[in-house]
């Protein structure tokens, strides 16, 4: 999963460079719920893993 937000991040920043603001936001944009998305995805598992002890 971090490989896909490094993925749109780079997009992202590709593209603001070369002034395509609206493909920017829309990768930044992907980029964050992907990441917002694996830390809930980590928090859940490093609780699961301490309840299970």
């Given at each position: 999963?971090?490989?896909?937000?490094?993925?749109?991040?780079?997009?992202?920043?590709?593209?603001?460079?070369?002034?395509?603001?609206?493909?920017?936001?829309?990768a930044?944009?992907?980029?964050?719920?992907?990441?917002?998305?694996?830390?809930?995805?980590?928090?859940?598992?490093?609780?699961?893993?301490?309840?299970?002890?």
């Amino acid at each position: 999963m971090l490989r896909w937000i490094v993925i749109f991040l780079v997009i992202a920043i590709i593209a603001a460079i070369f002034g395509f603001g609206g493909i920017a936001e829309g990768a930044a944009g992907i980029a964050k719920i992907i990441f917002y998305i694996f830390i809930v995805l980590l928090v859940i598992s490093l609780l699961s893993s301490l309840f299970r002890r």
